[in-house]
Antibody, heavy 120, light 108 residues
Framework: EVQLVESGGVVVQPGGSLRLSCAAS????????MHWVRQAPGKGLEWISL????????AYADSVKGRFTISRDNSKNVLFLQMNSLRTEDTAFYYCAREYGGDYVVFAYWGQGTLVTVSS | DIQMTQSPPSLSASVGDRVTITCRAS??????LNWYKQKPGKAPNLLIY???NLQTGVPSRFSGSGSETYFTLTISSLQPEDFATYYC??????????FGQGTKLEIK
């Protein structure tokens, strides 16, 4: 069974940093591109980043580009999101998601999410 | 960026009703359109991919159709567990993969 478990969400002050983790199990982690998607409380979904199976390619939404860094450790089956220069508008639930596989991009599996609150 | 617009933003319906949610793309996306369902306090889960393909385990009362810029999600006979928020998402244009704003389906 595919499982994705996010952790690391806390309350942090504006300008601060945080690293989220997503522990993967139940599948061959390094076969898949992985994503982060976030959702501000009561709002819609926003894709923010992806990383290919080997970490060789990454991409970011404009809203986080230059502040967030996605990475992965395939030896430990863990996905990361390093978040720097945090803003109040970064307050959200952060979900990691796995693609279905193949060339078609769809978020087939999701973690339960971790809440990041940016507040003074 | 490709903009995705869902309608209606909210919808009240009764158990047993047939409902349709629409999703429009700001440019042609062929059939690169996915639908997700989200219950309060839970992560989204995939319902339909590539416009009309039902994800494994999703009941057959759900169906999707459309292409280019116009897509629909239809639930043929609403069940109590279907009351949730539904999102469309395009995967035609990489970075960003944009979502619609959501349609909240409520019990009448």
């Amino acid at each position: 069974e595919v499982q994705l478990v996010e952790s690391g969400g806390v309350v942090v002050q504006p300008g601060g940093s945080l690293r989220l983790s997503c522990a993967a199990s139940g599948f061959t982690f390094d076969d898949y591109t992985m994503h982060w998607v976030r959702q501000a409380p009561g709002k819609g979904l926003e894709w923010i980043s992806l990383i290919t199976w080997d970490g060789g390619s990454t991409a970011y939404a404009d809203s986080v580009k230059g502040r967030f860094t996605i990475s992965r450790d395939n030896s430990k089956n863990v996905l990361f999101l390093q978040m720097n220069s945090l803003r109040t508008e970064d307050t959200a639930f952060y979900y990691c998601a796995r693609e279905y596989g193949g060339d078609y991009v769809v978020f087939a599996y999701w973690g339960q999410g971790t809440l990041v609150t940016v507040s003074s | 960026d490709i903009q995705m617009t869902q309608s209606p933003p909210s919808l009240s319906a009764s158990v047993g009703d047939r409902v349709t949610i629409t999703c429009r793309a700001s440019q042609s996306i062929s059939k690169y359109l996915n639908w997700y369902k989200q219950k309060p306090g839970k992560a989204p889960n995939l319902l339909i991919y590539a416009a009309s393909n039902l994800q494994t385990g999703v009941p057959s009362r759900f169906s999707g159709s459309g292409s280019e810029t116009y897509f629909t999600l239809t639930i043929s006979s609403l069940q109590p567990e279907d009351f949730a928020t539904y999102y469309c998402q395009q995967s035609y244009s990489t970075h960003p993969y944009t979502f619609g704003q959501g349609t909240k389906l409520e019990i009448k």
